[in-house]
């Protein structure tokens, strides 16, 4: 009975898998014999939000942005694993006391690694 279920999700997986590969493919031969390629002057120039591009060099922004982003979304995603924790906290006794200690201590060493380098400071 049990394997009879392992079937069951293993032909709809593959059917899944099998419909978006047919799908794309099909999608891509249209595409290919359907339309025209055209290539103009406008259309390879850089978009840059329907403002006309500034000087040839693409402007990069510097990595610490990127880095700053990644650690708002960490912390973010944090917060939300410690509101769940604040909710149950009763159940957990000391394990669950231990164990949000344990987590605090290891976002505030992955903080105090990122201020060391340079991370935090905006400037």
């Known amino acids: 009975m049990v394997a009879l ?3 069951f999700a ?6 899944g898998v099998g419909f978006v590969i047919v799908a794309l493919t099909v999608a ?3 595409n290919a ?3 025209k390629r055209r290539p103009a ?16 060099a693409w402007v990069q922004y510097p990595l610490a942005f990127y880095i700053f982003a990644l650690l708002f979304v960490a912390f973010d ?3 939300v694993f410690i509101l769940a924790w604040a909710v149950i906290f009763q159940q957990l006794s000391l394990f ?7 987590f605090i201590l290891t976002l ?13 400071r905006w400037i």
């Open 108 to 120: 505030a060493l992955g903080l105090v690694y990122a201020w060391r380098k340079g991370v935090i």
């Open 77 to 79: 995603v944090d917060i």
């Open 41 to 56: 002057k406008d259309k390879l120039t850089t978009y840059e939000s329907g403002e006309t591009p500034i000087g040839s």
């Open 33 to 35: 014999l359907l339309l």
């Open 5 to 7: 279920g392992y079937l």
């Open 96 to 102: 669950g006391f231990i164990e949000i200690v344990f």
């Open 10 to 15: 293993a032909i709809f997986f593959i059917g």
């Open 28 to 30: 891509d031969l249209l």
